[in-house]
Antibody
Framework: EVHLVESGGGLVQPGGSLRLSCAAS????????MTWVRQAPGKGLEWVAN????????FYVDSVKGRFAISRDNAKNSLYLQMNSLRAEDTAVYYC?????????WGQGTLVTVSS | DIVMTQSPDSLAVSLGERATINCKSS????????????LAWYQQKPGQPPKLLIY???TRESGVPDRFSGSGSGTDFTLTISSLQAEDVAVYYC??????????FGQGTKLEIK
């Protein structure tokens, strides 16, 4: 059974940094694109970034380019999102998800709150 | 970037009646190479991650009740629930994954019981 478990969320001040992690199990992690999607409180879904199987291709939504970095460690079956220069508008539940396009599997999400 | 626009933003339908949600993309998501529409539909209930219902615009995911169906091509798509059940109350999202990212979502449609 596929499991995706996010961690690393929390309260951070504007301008601060946070690193999210996603532990994957139940499938061959190294053979799938992986994606981060976020959802601000009471709002809709926003695609954030994705990364190719070997990490050679990465894509970002414009609002996080230059501030966020997606990465993976296939030996540890883990996905990461390094978030720098955080803003209030980055406050959201961040979901780890499997796939480049349509998403069959989602984690339960981790809440990131950017506030002073 | 492709902009996805859903209508309506909210919808109230009586139990057993049909619910229809529309999704329009700012450019075609139909691939000429394989004739597939790169469009998915999700259902999200409070406190839960989204659940995939439909992919390739009209292919129902395994285990999804057959009262859910997807249709459309190019830029105009529809999710139909043929006979609304109480457990279908949720927010529904369309999602395009055509060509190069970012892969954008519609703003969501909140479905309630009338």
């Amino acid at each position: 059974e596929v499991h995706l478990v996010e961690s690393g969320g929390g309260l951070v001040q504007p301008g601060g940094s946070l690193r999210l992690s996603c532990a994957a199990s139940g499938f061959t992690f190294s053979t799938y694109w992986m994606t981060w999607v976020r959802q601000a409180p009471g709002k809709g879904l926003e695609w954030v970034a994705n990364i190719k199987q070997d990490g050679s291709e990465k894509f970002y939504v414009d609002s996080v380019k230059g501030r966020f970095a997606i990465s993976r460690d296939n030996a540890k079956n883990s996905l990461y999102l390094q978030m720098n220069s955080l803003r209030a508008e980055d406050t959201a539940v961040y979901y780890c998800a499997r796939g480049p396009g349509a998403i069959w599997y989602w984690g339960q999400g981790t809440l990131v709150t950017v506030s002073s | 970037d492709i902009v996805m626009t859903q209508s309506p933003d909210s919808l109230a339908v009586s139990l057993g009646e049909r619910a229809t949600i529309n999704c329009k993309s700012s450019q075609s998501v139909l691939s000429s190479s394989n004739n597939k529409n790169y469009l998915a539909w999700y259902q999200q209930k409070p406190g839960q991650p989204p659940k995939l219902l439909i992919y390739w615009a009209s292919t129902r995911e395994s285990g999804v009740p057959d009262r859910f169906s997807g249709s459309g091509s190019g830029t105009d798509f529809t999710l139909t629930i043929s006979s609304l059940q109480a457990e279908d109350v949720a927010v529904y999202y369309c999602h395009q994954f055509y060509s190069t990212p970012p892969y954008t979502f519609g703003q969501g449609t909140k479905l309630e019981i009338k």
